[in-house]
């Protein structure tokens, strides 16, 4: 053991040479203090390990001693040995309730006097392995918070994007510890469609935060290039699968919300049921869980379809959240459960939802904390129907746009058209020529509805008339996914994109021609100022949109211009 430092407090030399010799042969080191006061003095200075104090002192004696010393070793233990020549009971209980932890009588026994200077010093050992333990784990302490205080920065960072102050947009985000392994997100499409996504973490906490901060990246940027939902899943689950332990996965909920075409469509992945509930509190749909979590399959094995659904009430509230929600447990550990969380939900008015649900499972919990994030997001349908194309034609356009022309043609055969995000992928490339804000917005919806007529009407043969009926969206989309999946082999569409700089103005001329028989397009153009039709509202779109609009015989031709 380590050699001690050790304070011999007493008037008598004979015996402070005795104590001295005794212990230097144990291998310490003495020090020697005459009186009380130079004692005290001397245990400031030399900060010993251990002090040999005798009672009766003049001045200063042991008692008072042992006492202010006491005061000042107060952030650590240094034992004192009481050494007396004094045979009262009392006068030993004066020495311990003064501060004292043993006692020795004189004249001192050496082999007593090793003893218990030998226990002592197995129990200072001790003392310094607990305050050298307490001293890493007050440093672990201290980097765990402040891992979580940068964590939860950049977690609060990513949240707090602009997607999420959508007017059509409540959410409660309640994290069970300082980060939250639950992720809210919410962005438009350039073309108005609102994407929402809710995703829950394995665990909660750091160590879940971390495994989601890769989403919303991937969300947001893919969200701004016009992706759908299913192409976003497929592009996350790739990710994670390539980043995440083989144990952590990541629930995932994705919807998209089109106020044109009035359709959501989710995708599912080990969250529970998102609802659909209107404003008199009827459960008008529900999504369940189709699919694994984030994280689980291989590229091959992942299924990116989605559900969709054609809401004819605009006046509806999307409803998403995570299992934390319905698991949150009262003192009795019983959760709140699905039944309770719909009952509040469909008791309410649709605008006091969000605060009655809140307040009903703050009550439920009395207050007490949930042992999972809890994380909730509605979506007003009614707030979204302001529609793509007011919004596109209402807001200021950017300043900064390209002045030099060019022109990109493009030519898509049947592989490219099955496989391939056309419009998403000519929007990126319009962005990297700095043509932004709602310019973009109105191209991409020109974009996407003159190639989806040339692919859905002009190859695939499908009528918009399927539309129709309750089940009419859904049954156009799995017939257009039938009629995809056999297309011609000698299908093709192309694309051409030139800009015009002139006076300076910018126009872009768009051109898209697929290889079908054409259509009546005509009878098409006779009714353009009609955007509130059941179907076929495309072409009067795009003509509301651009500056002007020709189709050539037979149909299978369009050129636009659109003047920036």
């Known amino acids: 053991m380590a050699s001690l430092k050790i304070l011999i407090a007493d008037d008598n030399y004979i015996n402070r040479a005795i104590l001295s010799t005794l212990t230097e042969k144990m291998g310490h080191r003495p020090i020697h203090a005459e009186d009380g006061a130079q004692a005290v003095k001397l245990?400031?200075?030399?900060?010993?390990?251990?002090?040999?104090?005798?009672?009766?002192?003049?001045?200063?004696?042991?008692?008072?001693?042992?006492?202010?010393?006491?005061?000042?070793?107060?952030?650590?233990w240094t034992p004192i040995?009481?050494?007396?020549?004094?045979?009262?009971?009392?006068?030993?209980?004066?020495?311990?309730?003064?501060?004292?932890?043993?006692?020795?009588?004189?004249?001192?026994?050496?082999?007593?006097?090793?003893?218990?200077?030998?226990?002592i010093e197995r129990a200072l050992e001790l003392q310094r392995q607990l305050a050298s333990k307490t001293?890493?784990?007050?440093?672990?302490?201290?980097?765990?918070?402040?891992?979580?205080?940068?964590?939860?920065?950049?977690?609060?960072?990513?949240?707090?994007?602009?997607?999420?102050?959508?007017?059509?947009?409540?959410?409660?985000?309640?994290?069970?510890?300082?980060?939250?392994?639950?992720?809210?997100?919410?962005?438009?499409?350039?073309?108005?469609?609102?994407?929402?996504?809710?995703?829950?973490?394995?665990?909660?906490?750091?160590?879940?935060?971390?495994?989601?901060?890769?989403?919303?990246?991937?969300?947001?940027?893919?969200?701004?290039?016009g992706y759908g939902i299913s192409s976003i899943a497929t592009e996350m689950n790739a990710k994670l699968k390539n980043l995440l332990p083989a144990d952590r996965f990541i629930a995932v909920t994705l919807a998209s919300i089109d106020p044109y075409e009035r359709v959501v469509d989710v995708w599912n992945g080990g969250n529970p049921d998102t609802w659909l509930v209107d404003n008199q509190g009827t459960l008008v749909h529900k999504w369940?869980?189709?699919?694994?979590?984030?994280?689980?399959?291989?590229?091959?094995?992942?299924?990116?379809?989605?559900?969709?659904?054609?809401f004819d009430n605009p006046k509806a509230q999307l409803v998403i959240f995570s299992d934390g929600l319905p698991e949150a447990g009262n003192e009795h550990r019983e959760p709140f459960g699905m039944e309770r969380l719909l009952e509040s939900l469909c008791s309410s008015a649709?605008?006091?939802?969000?605060?009655?649900?809140?307040?009903t499972v703050s009550?439920?919990?009395?207050?007490?904390?949930?042992?999972?994030?809890?994380?909730?997001?509605?979506?007003?349908?009614?707030?979204?129907?302001s529609t793509r194309m007011s919004s596109a034609l209402s807001e200021p356009m950017p300043t900064r746009q390209t002045s030099s022309p060019w022109r990109m043609s493009f030519h898509f055969g049947s592989f490219e058209l099955q496989n391939v995000d056309i419009v998403p992928f000519t929007i990126d490339l319009l962005k990297k020529l700095h043509i932004t804000g709602m310019h973009l917005g109105s191209l991409f919806l020109i974009i996407s509805e003159l190639f989806n007529n040339a692919l859905d009407h002009g190859l695939l043969k499908l009528d918009s008339r399927l539309k129709e009926g309750v089940d009419g969206?859904?049954?156009?989309?799995?017939?257009?996914?039938?009629?995809?999946?056999?297309?011609?082999?000698?299908?093709?569409?192309?694309?051409?994109?030139?800009?015009?700089?002139?006076?300076?103005?910018?126009?872009?001329?768009?051109?898209?021609?697929?290889?079908?028989?054409?259509?009546?397009?005509?009878?098409?153009?006779?009714?353009?100022?009609q955007l509130d039709t059941a179907h076929g509202r495309g072409v009067a779109l795009v003509n509301n949109l651009a500056t002007s609009m020709r189709y050539i015989a037979p149909g299978n031709k369009v050129i636009v211009e659109y003047t920036m």
Request: glycine content about 6%.
């Open 43 to 76: 245990f400031e200075q030399e900060q010993p390990d251990l002090v040999l104090m005798d009672v009766m002192m003049p001045g200063m004696d042991g008692m008072e001693a042992t006492s202010r010393i006491k005061k000042l070793s107060s952030k650590h």
């Open 135 to 225: 001293h890493e784990l007050q440093n672990y302490y201290f980097a765990a918070e402040e891992e979580k205080r940068i964590a939860s920065h950049i977690m609060q960072s990513m949240t707090a994007a602009e997607g999420l102050h959508d007017p059509a947009l409540e959410y409660w985000l309640s994290p069970a510890e300082a980060c939250s392994g639950d992720l809210i997100a919410a962005a438009r499409t350039p073309g108005g469609v609102l994407h929402v996504m809710l995703a829950d973490g394995t665990g909660h906490g750091l160590a879940a935060a971390l495994n989601i901060l890769p989403l919303p990246q991937i969300f947001y940027a893919m969200t701004g290039n």
């Open 363 to 385: 009550a439920y919990l009395e207050n007490q904390k949930a042992h999972d994030d809890i994380s909730l997001v509605m979506v007003n349908t009614a707030r979204l129907e």
């Open 288 to 310: 369940k869980s189709t699919h694994l979590p984030l994280g689980i399959l291989d590229k091959q094995s992942f299924d990116a379809s989605t559900e969709t659904f054609h």
């Open 81 to 119: 040995i009481m050494v007396t020549a004094l045979e009262d009971d009392e006068d030993m209980i004066r020495g311990l309730e003064a501060g004292a932890d043993d006692y020795l009588r004189k004249p001192v026994n050496g082999r007593v006097l090793t003893t218990k200077i030998n226990s």
């Open 473 to 529: 969206f859904e049954r156009y989309l799995t017939e257009r996914a039938v009629r995809l999946a056999n297309l011609d082999p000698n299908a093709t569409v192309e694309l051409e994109f030139e800009h015009i700089p002139k006076d300076g103005k910018s126009t872009l001329r768009l051109s898209f021609k697929d290889n079908g028989p054409g259509f009546d397009y005509e009878a098409a153009t006779q009714n353009l100022e």
């Open 350 to 359: 649709p605008r006091s939802r969000m605060e009655n649900l809140r307040n």
